[in-house]
């Protein structure tokens, strides 16, 4: 099992950037394949990016692509999301999540476990 802690979001303005983190802590955390996810008020939770175990293959949305990237420190257990040229349809609570497959999953109940999540907000 691993616990999740997301960190980072607040109140931006449009074109800003932003860094979210994703602490982990419980079993090993190199053994999981980690992901980002949001959700706007009234949506439904949807795919931001996804990271493979050792950090070199990456999946992302087309509409963060080119201006979010995801990382990881597999020796600090903890994921990133570098958010830039942030837009107001950008807003919503980003979560962070961890996947016991191998496989890069754009689908989040193939996710098992899940940070609180922290709210990103980006005005116009």
């Known amino acids: 099992q691993v616990q999740l802690v997301e960190s980072g979001g607040g109140l931006v303005q449009a074109g800003d950037s932003l860094r979210l983190s994703c602490a982990a802590s419980?079993?090993?955390?190199?053994?999981?394949?980690m992901g980002w996810f949001r959700q706007a008020p009234g949506k439904e939770r949807e795919f931001v990016a996804v990271?493979?175990?050792?950090?070199?293959?990456?999946v992302y949305a087309d509409s963060v692509k080119g201006r979010f990237t995801i990382s990881r420190d597999n020796a600090k257990s903890t994921v990133y999301l570098q958010m830039n040229s942030l837009k107001p349809e950008d807003t919503a609570v980003y979560y962070c999540?961890?996947?016991?497959?191998?496989?890069?999953?754009?689908?989040?109940?193939?996710?098992?476990?899940w940070g609180q999540g922290t709210q990103v907000t980006a005005s116009s």
């Open positions: 999540a961890a996947d016991r497959a191998y496989v890069l999953s754009r689908v989040a109940r193939d996710f098992d476990y």
């Open positions: 419980g079993q090993a955390f190199s053994t999981y394949t």
């Open positions: 990271i493979s175990r050792s950090g070199g293959n990456t």
